[in-house]
Structure formats: C-alpha cells, structure tokens
C-alpha cells in the first residue's frame, strides 16, 4: 500500500512540475509574440482627416452637385409618425424627377394600393388623393390650396432637395461658414417677406467628406421649420460620372430622417434603388396630367 501512495505522490508532483512548466512557455511566447510585433496591440488609433474648405468652395459645391443630376429615378420606402402624412403610417413609394424642377412622387401601401400622387411641373403642381376622393392643384410657391395637405408634400421637397442637389445657393442669398470640430456650418440668409435679411437656412458639412449631412429650414422668426438629416452614402450611376467632391462615381444618401420643426411629427425615408441621368419621358413625370 504504501508503494501506492508513493507513486501516486510522485506522480502529481510531476503533473503539477507539467502543467507550471506549460504556463511559463505559454507566458513567454505571448510575450515574445508582443514584442516582436512592436507592441501593435497598443498602437495608437489613426487620426481622421478633415478637409479644408472656404464659402465659396463649398458653395461651388452645392452647383455642381446639382449640374451632376439631370434626371433620376427612385424606390423607397417611408415610415410616418405623429400623423405628419394624414394618410398612412408606411408607405411604399416612387420617385422622378428631371431638372430644374419637375417631380413626381407616388405612394402606395404595402399591397400596392395608390396613396397619392404629387405632380410638380414648372409652374404648377397637382396633387391626387384616390382614397379621399380628391385633386388639389396650384403654384408650388403657394400651396395654400392644399390646406393641412400643403405642409407633409412641402417637407417631402425639401427632403428630396438633399438628394436632388437642388438646395443650391440663390442670388439673391448670402452665406457664412463657421467651423465646428469635425463639421463645417454654411449659413444661409435671404430677403424676408418685409425685405429684411434673415438666416433661412443652416447647412452641415461633414469634413472628411464634405457630404451635406444635415439642414435646418428657418422661419423668419427664427424658429426650425424643419430638421433634415442625411446618411448612408453611396455611389450611384456609372463610374464614368465624376462627382464635386471628387469621386469616381455619383454619391448621394439612401438615407433621409425629416423632423418637423411645428412639432407635428417625423418621417423616415430609406431609399432601395436610385437610377440617375437616364431619359424619362412626359408619362414618368406624368406632366400630361398638369395641363
């Protein structure tokens, strides 16, 4: 019994003499490994470089981001909360447009029944709601016609505006840049109702891109009409078109996040398709339907 004992004793110490001598030959070659690399496990994070940019660059900009969009065709899809479309929660929709400012924007449920229809022609636009019945026309400056119907459809421009490349700067406008970190502010200021000058819009520039990621639209109060957020940029079109900012292809945003400044709710629009620069005939852009 005793022999037993013994060579069961010697034999955990052995066992322990293993496992000791495993974990300092596990701890040196971690540790070798460490060194060798250059302690790359602590490298410091690369830095993010900012672009630099005046007003009148990034207000060229703007130009040429809308010379770089004829036409364009799209799909997307629209998620409405606090009732600011009085129409559905979810809509499936279409889009045309051709420059400088004919658009059409179609919606639809999620089984493919027509929501409405909105026509804007150079001059005139119409509106067309199948489920209520109802056709409003008019001037796209004063959509007063439309009624409660006149503040969603013109959020919904201004939405497009950001992707359409249509919120250029206007003659009659001014603009200021300030810089704020890693962002630049354009600040935009136009003739009011009394001919007095007041900031109309604010512009976002994201500087490692120079991508336009947010603006707000003003009342001559002051006060934000509307927030308007853009994200997840991507190239669009064929390679060949050059865009402002440099790249090899067409960027714009599948991503729009509209806030109304009134309080009277949000939509979020994700884009699925965007087909830019191809033909579209008067039957896309439904212009027989405004004479």
């Known amino acids: 019994m005793s022999y037993w004992r013994s060579a069961q004793v010697k ?3 052995l066992k322990g003499k293993s496992e000791g001598v495993s974990l300092l030959a596990f701890s040196l070659f971690a540790l070798a490994v460490a060194t060798l690399s250059g302690c790359a496990l602590f490298a410091p994070k690369e830095e993010v470089q ?3 940019a005046t007003v009148e660059e990034l207000t060229a900009l703007l130009s040429q981001q809308k010379a770089t969009i004829r036409t364009m065709k ?3 899809s629209a998620k409405v909360r606090g009732g600011i479309i009085p129409i559905a929660s979810r809509v499936e929709g279409s889009l045309y447009y051709r420059r400088p400012n004919a658009m059409r924007l179609r919606g639809f449920t999620a089984v493919g029944g027509e929501l409405f229809e909105f026509v804007q022609g150079e001059d005139q636009f119409k509106l067309r709601l199948p489920t209520m019945g109802r056709v409003l026309s008019g001037s796209p400056s004063d959509m007063s016609e439309m009624g409660k119907l006149a503040r969603p459809f013109q959020l919904s421009v201004w939405a497009m505006g950001g992707l359409l490349g249509t919120g250029t700067i206007a003659k009659n406008e001014t603009v200021t840049l300030v810089e704020e970190g890693d962002r630049y502010r354009l600040e935009v200021f136009g003739p009011s109702s009394s001919g007095a000058q007041f900031m109309r819009r604010r512009l ?3 500087r490692q891109t ?3 990621v947010q603006e707000d639209r003003l009342t001559e109060s002051g006060a934000v009409e509307a927030t308007i957020q853009y994200e997840d940029f991507r190239a669009i079109g064929e390679a060949e078109a050059v865009s402002s900012a440099g ?3 067409l960027v714009r945003p599948f991503k729009i996040l509209l806030e109304d400044g009134k ?5 979020q629009v994700t884009f699925h398709e965007m087909i830019p620069n191809l033909p579209l005939s008067a039957a896309d852009l439904a212009q027989a339907s405004l004479q």
Do not use: A, N, P, Y
Not at 263 to 267: A, E, F, I, L
């Open 11 to 13: 034999s955990r110490k």
């Open 204 to 206: 976002w520039f994201e």
């Open 247 to 249: 790249d090899k292809q």
């Open 74 to 76: 799209g799909l997307f």
């Open 263 to 267: 309080g009277q709710g949000s939509v």
């Open 50 to 52: 900012l672009k630099k």
């Open 210 to 212: 120079l991508h336009v």
